[in-house]
């Protein structure tokens, strides 16, 4: 489903907004943006107009959005498509696979000069850092969405699309990997956490702080990622078959009865979100350091994250070569990145290598 929202001129009286983003684009070409939609909260209609919560989800197409924002019309060139409409959290590997087929075919056109991608909150820093990892351009990658549904009091998903269209067309962000744009930050997808299950600040870079704002129309940043991304990642324009794993949560009077059913399903891989930095049960560890080696040899690569929200998890302990330190990289981004380690290798070493590089 297409929508080219480009085909007229129109005069306007534009707000400061606009003419700062205009002043910073002056007599270039109108950037092409192409937006990709998901679904989500930014797609969603509520039941009155005062009802925040148990909303009608996904239900609103690219073009009712698109249509909301005519402003968009003398800044970008922009065309929009819907490549599926769903919750966040009903995405599959399939689906994800598919949109960064699909982010990668419009960015290697010369019709493209940055893509926008509206996407559920629930799921959206997953998403982020799944394209960031497959993305194959230094073209931008802004990713947005709402908190609120798209038809109560003080909904911020216009804006926010607004913003992210913004942040996409400008020179600034380009070679800045797949960014979240939402309530006026930018956020590298790398960093990017959810922190509130309401409020419309939910999305925050609590270890390294944001990268940049989008203000008044203004795109700043004062910030750029170091880690391996898009373009520099091995893994960028590939569709690889991404093995098995499973994520245990640590917790006082926990059991190992999950790591045995994980062991039993044949995981390759497995992520703990541990106790403070990175603690795991006894019982699970004492299969890791067991002097058997050819037995340790067979248990799944085991990376160690945590449950807390900021700190990240050191390798200041021992636990031999399958156990690895996730780093600053929270447990649902270390299975992310453990499943595409694991699809291209099966050594530790490399591995290990791979969590201390993206």
């Known amino acids: 489903m297409m929508y080219n929202q480009f085909e007229e001129k129109r005069t306007v009286n534009r707000t400061e907004g606009e003419k700062s983003f205009l002043m910073d684009n002056d007599n270039r070409p109108l950037k092409k943006i192409r937006l990709v939609a998901t679904g989500g909260t930014i797609a969603s209609k509520a039941r009155t107009r005062v009802s925040t919560e148990g909303y009608n989800p996904s239900v609103i197409t690219i073009e009712d959005l698109v249509n909301q924002l005519p402003e968009l019309k003398d800044l970008v060139d922009l065309t929009a498509e819907q490549i599926f409409l769903k919750p966040s959290s009903s995405i599959t590997d399939d689906d994800l696979f598919n949109l960064a087929a699909r982010v990668n075919e419009l960015l290697a056109g010369d019709d493209c000069d940055g893509v926008v991608i509206t996407h559920g909150t629930d799921t ?177 690569i085991l990376v160690r994250s945590t449950r807390v929200s900021t700190g990240g998890v050191s390798d200041s302990w021992k636990s031999g070569d399958r156990v690895i330190a996730s780093g600053d990289l929270n447990p649902h981004k270390a299975y992310i990145l453990l499943r595409f380690a694991l699809a291209v290798t099966d050594d530790p070493a490399e591995i290990r290598t791979i969590f201390n590089e993206y």
């Open 124 to 300: 959206m820093e997953e998403t982020a850092f799944f394209l960031n990892l497959t993305v194959n351009s230094d073209k931008p990658v802004v990713i947005t969405g709402s908190m609120r549904p798209n038809d109560v009091i003080s909904a911020d998903g216009p804006l926010n699309l607004f913003n992210a269209v913004l942040c996409a067309a400008s020179d600034q962000s380009r070679g800045m990997g797949v960014v979240i744009c939402m309530n006026d930050l930018i956020v590298a997808a790398r960093d990017a956490v959810k922190f509130n299950t309401f409020k419309v600040e939910t999305y925050q870079g609590p270890v390294y702080g944001n990268l940049g704002t989008v203000r008044n129309g203004k795109v700043t940043y004062v910030y750029k990622p170091l880690r391996r991304h898009t373009v520099t990642s091995q893994f960028a324009g590939k569709r690889l078959e991404l093995p098995p794993a499973e994520i245990l949560y640590m917790y006082q009077g926990c059991d190992d009865t999950l790591f045995r059913a994980a062991l039993q399903k044949g995981v390759k891989g497995l992520v703990t979100a541990g106790s403070g930095n990175g603690g795991v049960i006894g019982s699970i560890m004492k299969a890791y350091r067991s002097d058997d080696e050819q037995e340790v040899a067979k248990l799944p």
